[in-house]
Nanobody, 121 residues
């Protein structure tokens, strides 16, 4: 009932920037947490950033000061501005939401298909 589509990935040089966007569609009552995770080859999937409806954010230490997460509830999107990219940022980035279909329902987990970010030195 909820679909997520990421865009904005690509190949860039170290020090450059990319902006990832995730568009949500479907039916839900509310979405509290929206965020981005990433997974590099041979590594576990890790949190990059989360943002709540009241705009509270958190970031993994390795991206603090370089990445900024934002959301637009009217447009049903969540974005990740990535500045000063480093080779170690290379990974597949996944959009995440946890919508409730009604006020009384439990929240579920939904993931996008992933978008590749590659940073060369």
């Amino acid at each position: 009932q909820v679909q997520l589509v990421e865009s904005g990935g690509g190949l860039v040089q170290a020090g450059e920037s990319l902006r990832l966007s995730c568009a949500a569609s479907g039916w839900w009552y509310s979405i509290n947490v929206m965020g981005w995770y990433r997974q590099a080859p041979g590594k576990q999937r890790e949190l990059v950033a989360h943002i709540t409806r009241d705009s509270s954010t958190n970031y993994t230490d390795s991206v603090k000061g370089r990445f900024t997460i934002s959301r637009d509830n009217a447009k049903k999107t969540v974005s990740l501005q990535m500045n000063t990219l480093k080779p170690e940022d290379t990974a597949v980035y996944y959009c995440y939401v946890n919508p409730k279909t009604t006020y009384w329902s439990a929240a579920g987990d939904y993931w996008g298909q992933g978008t590749q970010v590659t940073v060369s030195s």
